[in-house]
């Protein structure tokens, strides 16, 4: 008897332990499809000059309108497609975005090379955040809200690698990317137990393998009673089945309309910060009058922006707020623009505002990161995919009134403080630029020391 109970201990001491490898694994898998899914993204961004010089702000929205689409109306169609099938569209969209943005001749084509990126974007993240409610989502939100965050990081440092450290051109940056996609498929099938959902809307012996693996789990989970939901919610035995195959069109959108308590914070603050980094810092620079102290300014802000979400969204989700702290989040934010607004307007300041600058990152990933994570804890759990699919879309929204405002917001600056050059798309009812001499027009293009033969990048 004491060997059977000694036993017993034993086996259940081995399954604890392969209980947490197993969520472990899980959680690093979610911080590296995070990376993965925004790593391309951020890129076109950064290089936005090398696709539509001209016009910038067009590469943007470019590279969010079909993000938009996706987010608009996964709800109602994503049910269709097993999350492993959504997995390797995104994988050929990476693919086809590389070869398109790089080689193609006309800037209307490169455009719709971006935005097949973003439409992959979107429906990665909407994926990602939806899957997430069939493992421990509270860890597995937060690992790919970091690694979403890191993907910002990356993306700027793999572009001024190429750029000015090796000094290659576009095609070259956009060729050696190509391990991406291959990355991002390796992480879903090689890291990452297979969600069990699929193996109830569409069959598969691995998914079936994940289910069983999970159910296994529910006892020791229960017993631990752990804060937070299980590994898999499937551990519940199948009660907590989602219901988003079962909803109509209306029932789904009534649902969603219930989210605005997390929607609007993430609308908020999403599109006061993109009005900074894309309008506000476009204007700013010491002297702002410079061209080159202008361009140094906003590479290095939006650097540290992106270092401030990395760290707020690896961090944010290690504890769960309250709504109202949720709310406080975009409030500050606007307080940010208007502050930004200013030194920018007046102009006053120097490069010790790095420091708010990184304060408009941190808080930016951490109303996203505790958007979601209240979401996975107060909806019901037969509506968390539907509600994080859903929800992701007022973000997007944020950041396309953004884009369009800060077209407004930088030739407004421009105009005030006598900035001849570049002439801004949208002139804000200033003349200034109108007898100004065309410095640039006889400028001949550099070649880049490395690049493929007969291309000068």
């Not at 690896?314 to 934010?333: C, K, N």
Request: aromatic fraction near 14%; hydrophobic fraction near 55%; charged fraction near 10%.
């Amino acid at each position: 008897e004491m060997a059977a109970v000694g036993g017993s201990a034993a086996d259940c001491g081995e399954a604890k332990r392969a209980e947490r490898r197993r969520t472990a694994g899980n959680v690093a898998a979610f911080w590296w499809l995070g990376l993965l899914n925004n790593f391309i993204w951020v890129a076109m961004n950064a290089g936005a000059s090398k696709i539509h010089a001209s016009g910038i702000g067009v590469v943007y929205l470019a590279n969010i309108f079909p993000t938009l689409v996706v987010k608009l109306t996964a709800p109602y169609w994503f049910h269709y497609i097993s999350y492993r099938g959504r997995v390797w569209l995104s994988a050929l969209l990476m693919v086809a975005c590389l070869v398109i943005v790089a080689w193609a001749e006309s800037s209307a084509v490169k455009l719709f090379g971006v935005a097949l990126v973003a439409f992959q974007s979107g429906v990665g993240e909407s994926s990602m955040l939806a899957m997430a409610s069939f493992y421990d989502s509270k860890k597995c939100l937060a690992a790919w809200s970091s690694g979403t965050g890191f993907a910002g990081i990356l993306g700027y440092f793999w572009s001024i690698l190429f750029t000015q450290a090796i000094d290659a051109c576009f095609q070259v940056q956009l060729m050696v990317g190509l391990w991406i996609p291959v990355a991002w498929l390796v992480v879903f099938h090689a890291m990452l137990e297979a969600p069990w959902i699929d193996s109830r809307r569409f069959g598969g012996a691995d998914a079936e393998v994940g289910a069983v693996a999970a159910v296994g789990a529910a006892a020791e989970t229960e017993s631990e009673a752990t804060a937070g939901s299980s590994t898999n919610l499937e551990a519940q035995a199948g009660r907590d089945l989602p219901v988003t195959a079962a909803l109509t069109f209306r029932e789904r959108f009534s649902f969603t309309l219930t989210l605005w308590p997390f929607m609007v914070p993430l609308f908020l603050v999403y599109a006061s910060e993109y009005i900074i980094q894309s309008g506000v810092w476009s204007g700013m620079g010491f002297p702002v009058t410079d061209a080159d102290a202008r361009h140094s300014w906003y590479q290095w802000a939006n650097f540290t922006y992106q270092v401030g979400v990395f760290i707020s969204r690896s961090l944010g989700g290690l504890m769960i707020f309250s709504v109202p702290a949720l709310w406080a989040g975009p409030i500050m934010q606007i307080v940010m623009l208007a502050f930004f607004g200013a030194a920018a307007a007046v102009p006053f300041g120097g490069w010790w505002l790095i420091v708010p600058a990184l304060v408009v990152g941190l808080l930016g990933g951490f109303v996203y990161v505790q958007a979601f994570v209240l979401i996975s804890h107060r909806v019901d759990p037969t509506y968390v995919e539907l509600a994080l699919t859903s929800a992701s879309v007022a973000d997007t929204f944020g950041i396309i009134l953004a884009n369009v405002a800060s077209i407004m917001v930088q030739g407004c600056l421009f105009g005030r403080l006598g900035i001849m050059d570049p002439k801004p798309d949208f002139t804000c009812g200033y003349d200034i630029w109108e007898a100004a001499p065309a410095a640039a027009a006889n400028a001949t293009a550099v070649a880049a020391a490395v690049c493929f033969p007969g291309v000068t990048g």
